[in-house]
C-alpha cells in the first residue's frame, strides 16, 4: 500500500513533461575528448551557440529547473533560464571515465585498455573509473530525487501539467533515457545544446518516458 510520499511522486510523474537538455560545448567536447570528473566551463563558441539558439527559441519555457552541480551545466541554465531557481543533483555528474579522462581517441588508439572497452561496446567499466551500470543506477536515484522535490514543490501540486528543465550531460542523458524508454543507451547520444522533451508516467509502478521531439 502506498503512503502519502510516494503517492505525491507518481502524481509529480504523471503531470510533468521533461525537458532533457546537454550543456553548452567546452574546449574537451570541441577535441573529442573524454570529460567526466573535470569541472571545465564552456567555451566562448559552446556560449555564443547556447544564445543563438535561446534567441531561435529552440528551448520550451519551463516551471521549474534541475541541473548537474558541474560548472558546464549550470553555466548552460543560467544562460537558457536565467529567471529560473537552479536545484542540483549531484547524482547526475558526468560518467566517472577513469583512466580515459581528458583523451581522445587519437591519444588513445595503442591504448589495450581503450581497445577492449571499444571490443565490448562500451560495456566494460573505464580503467580506474566507473561501468556503465553503476552509473545508470546513480542516474536513476538522482531522477527519483528529482520526482520527489516535483512532488514537493507548491506550484506542482494543483493538478495542472508542468515542464520541468533538466540540463545534464550527454551521458546522463543516454543513462535515463535508457533506463526509462527502454532501447540501447547509445540510442540517446545527442550533441551539446541540444536534448529531447519526454513526457513522464508511471505504469504498473514503474516510470516511463516516452520521447516526444528531439531539438
Not at 529547473?65 to 558546464?72: A, C, D, E, H, Y
Not at 536545484?87 to 595503442?110: P, Q, R, V
Not at 531522477?143 to 528543465?165: C, I, R, V, W
Not at 545534464?168 to 543513462?175: K, N, S, Y
Request: glycine share 6%; proline share 3%.
Amino acid at each position: 500500500m502506498r503512503n502519502r510520499a510516494e503517492n505525491q511522486v507518481e502524481s509529480a510523474a504523471k503531470q510533468t513533461e521533461l525537458v532533457f537538455i546537454r550543456h553548452g560545448a567546452t574546449p574537451s567536447n570541441k577535441e573529442h575528448r573524454y570529460l567526466g570528473k573535470t569541472d571545465e566551463s564552456l567555451s566562448d563558441e559552446g556560449k555564443e551557440e547556447l544564445y543563438k539558439r535561446k534567441e531561435q527559441n529552440s528551448y520550451p519555457k519551463i516551471d521549474c529547473l534541475f541541473t548537474s552541480p558541474m560548472k558546464r551545466c549550470l553555466e548552460t541554465a543560467r544562460i537558457l533560464y536565467p529567471d529560473q531557481k537552479i536545484h542540483t543533483i549531484s547524482e547526475w555528474e558526468e560518467m566517472d571515465f577513469g583512466a580515459f579522462e581528458g583523451k581522445n581517441y587519437k591519444d588513445l588508439e595503442n591504448d589495450e585498455r581503450y581497445q577492449a572497452w571499444i571490443d565490448s561496446n562500451g560495456t566494460l567499466p573505464f580503467p580506474e573509473g566507473e561501468s556503465r551500470e553503476d552509473f545508470i543506477v546513480r542516474c536513476k536515484i538522482g531522477f527519483m530525487q528529482m520526482l520527489q522535490k516535483l512532488a514537493e514543490t507548491e506550484s506542482f501540486q494543483d493538478g495542472s501539467p508542468k515542464k520541468a528543465g533538466i540540463v545534464v550531460h550527454g551521458g546522463t542523458i543516454m543513462a535515463l533515457l535508457s533506463a526509462y524508454c527502454g532501447g540501447d543507451y547509445f540510442d540517446y547520444q545527442v550533441s551539446n545544446a541540444s536534448g529531447y522533451v519526454c513526457m513522464c508516467s508511471e505504469k504498473e509502478d514503474r516510470i516511463k518516458l516516452e520521447i516526444r521531439k528531439k531539438f
